[in-house]
């Protein structure tokens, strides 16, 4: 039976292998290569999707859970041509250096400011576990919480 | 013309679908509408008219599509916010033995270099561009030259009424742009600069944040099919059978194939011993290999274990037994007999992977004596030339595709991910693009060396270093780290180096050698002028002042003035406030380092957690990369290279055992996260009136190992003679 879900609004039915990950029907699929492949268990996060508006590592997501999932990738994200203030502020702190792991932490950091909408340095340090192999760290707590301002001030 | 620059055109030209080419010397007279092309490799216009800057060096993270966007932008009058910034395509030649060779511009991520290396002529060639476009312009208007100007990418006559944008002269201009006679052509004096010198944000910051598919690993080509390897996991180890039942009964799956490890004699690994899986989607190949039953011979390392080469390193360090000569200058006995303190101290670390967050890949797709590839390549001439060797083919009929890297650390600079995939392609109709797991990128890795040192150093009454002895036993036969300063230096020295023979092929890493190398020489400079009843600033101050300048013998490579070292260690103290009070429990280290020729000092504030961690909650940089293109971008990297060293120093291990790699994913192999990294970092970018860049992307990182071990020892009087600090600490 196929599995139905929607990506970025747009419904999708699934037949293949329900053990393959998620990130690979992203990718491999349904043509968003946006989501990053890095580890394939879970620890580094390039992968980071929504589901169901929870940030999530889509490679350890197996299809055979998505049936009436609603998935949110970066691709999904803008609305037109306006960036999310998350995006917004990622590109104000000059974030991005090679950029490959930025459109997990960008995931993450819009599931994490829902939550957390006025986070402290001890919120953003236990919240954000996404690896950036550029050490681009600094930059994404300072764009964190300029988002989170932008979003407040909105 | 010479035939090199019409071939270097043609190849240009070539990757342009839209370009019109036009041969002829003689331009066109009379073409008002655009029909896009190139005016130089570095300027690009669309049908539409939509201008496009091409930059020559691959970007990795590191920047060089900003930094060299800005050199173009400055002498071709455009706004970067209004263009498109682009990747060129390979523009070299090929030699006569038939392998590529950069032509106008070098167009490699390497030796943080790349800034220099095109400083001249990327400006001239835009230059040159800005004007054939005046040119043209003046001849279709029918006004001297000297009337028109171009602002903001576009020709305006200055005290007329005519504009018009760069597109309207572009296929005009582009029947000369082959001709690239730069010489002659006048670039901008410093004092003019407008572009180069100001922060500059990452032109390609919407594509990443919007998650465009700009890296190797996002690149698809119609029907191709996709390959999966299962690799020897025995360093130099060979495969003996196999049986690929089950994986070929997996749906879609094409066949198998098996790929000879090469070299097959046991040295510097090209390729790795495999067998390949082919099917029509990645996931079916990820998953018929796993079926895959593969019997290795693993007997030639099997007494490659960690712990067994440190031994090794560590057993050198004391005997000698191997050690070469790699400086001696004065007597070192007599100048130990006369010190008035002497240091004899032994440091260690282990193996660093490059863990390069994108995952190789390259798709290859061979037609009879032809190929195409594409893929995320620190080097255009040795991601073609991997190619046509593997094929045996000439340069000439490779076509190549370069992407963004999701980093590369040196090891995107490799061969082995592009020769797979052209090995395997060779025996298919169809495009086959090969995709690296995580596990095979640091199973794989051509990863930084393993190494242990012994220092000795001897100081006189006067506090000054008055003999220096370093032995170096390193798995590389390399004799960098023992050269380094104060090998160069100081009046009495013996530099030697033993090398440890093991299976580990090792490659680049961030700052080869540069990278424990001044972790050891720091901490030691630091030890010895403990050892005279000195600060380490103090000490070292008066070092570099009395030290002269390193002679750099190649361009684009200059001279290392050593006074600037002392500079920087004062710049970087006096803003940190090196040597104030500290809580109990609290503090600051400080280090300087040249990677290349350019230099970089740290000063590390952090507290300890408990007696085995500790939080680095500061840091503060002086550094000197001559002269600045993109300040932003410079601290972007600075930042990046405390980040990667501060990491790399407290958990950076990659262990084998018995010749199997067994830390390979980021389970077994730690990363810092945002939780670990300082939440202040202060960078100062000295200016000391250089007229040229000298490079910035791996220079901070060697220096911020002995600064963070330096203010590790002022904070709890534990000496990191061992890395990584996780374990040492």
Redesign the interface.
Known sequence: MAISFTINGARRSFN??E??PLL?HLR?EAG??????????G??G?CTVHLDGDAVRSCSVPMSSLDGASIT???G??EGDD?HPV?EA??EE??????????GQ?MATVAFLKDTPNPT?DD???G??????????????KAIKRAAENMQTA | MTNLSRRSFLKTSTAAATLTIALSNTPHLIAQATQGGHVTPCLRVDESGNITVCVPIP?????MITTAAQMIAEELSVNLDDVNVELMPFIGHTNDQGRAEFGRFYQGAGGSGSTARIWYEMRRTAAYAKTLLLETAARQWRVPRASLEARNGEIIETYGTRKASYAAFVSDANGKAHEIFTNGVETKPVSKFRVIGKDQ??V????????????G??ADVPDMLHAVIKRCPYLNGTMVSYDDTAAKAVPGVRGTMAISRSSSDGAQRTIAAGVAVIAD???QAK?AAELLDIQWDGSISVDDSSTTIHSKCIAQTKDGSSVRTAVQTGDIDAAFEQATNTIDVTYDHPTWAH?????HSCIAHVDNDKVEIWVSHQFMDSAINAAAGALNISADNVKANFY????GFGRKAEGDFVIEACIIAKEFDAPIKVTW??EDEMEQDYPNHMGAYRVRAATDEQGKLSAWHIRTALDTGNSTIARLFPSDNAPNVLAEGARIPNNISRGAWRGPSHNTGAWVIQSALSEAAYSAGLDPLDFMTALYNDAGTLKSPTWPYHDVDYRRHSILLRKAAKEAGYGKEMPDGWGQGIAVHHTFVSACAHVVDLEMIGDNDYRVHKVTSAIDCGLAVNP?GIR??V??????GL?AAKYGKLVFEAGVPITN???TYQ?????E???I?NIHIMDFGDTEPRGTGEVSLPPIIPALTNAIFAASGKRIRSLPISENL
């Open positions: 293949g292998d053990e393959m690979w491999e968003l290569k946006g989501t990053k492949f890095g580890c394939g268990i620890q580094c390039a990738t970066i691709e994200l803008a960036l995006q990622w590109i000059d974030v991005p250096q090679c950029g490959y792991c930025q459109a960008i340095d953003i340090n236990n954000i576990t996404n690896l950036c192999r550029c050490g681009t760290y600094y930059r994404i707590r | 970007d990795m993270g590191q920047g944000r990452n390609e910051a919407r594509k990443i944040v919007t998650g465009d598919p700009i890296f690993l996002d989607s990645l996931w998953k863990t390069c967050l994108e995952p963004r890297m999701g980093t797991s995580r932003l972007a990297q930042e990046s290279g405390i980040m990667d990491c994913n980021f389970d990363k810092m996260r945002i939780d990294a300082p939440p970092v």
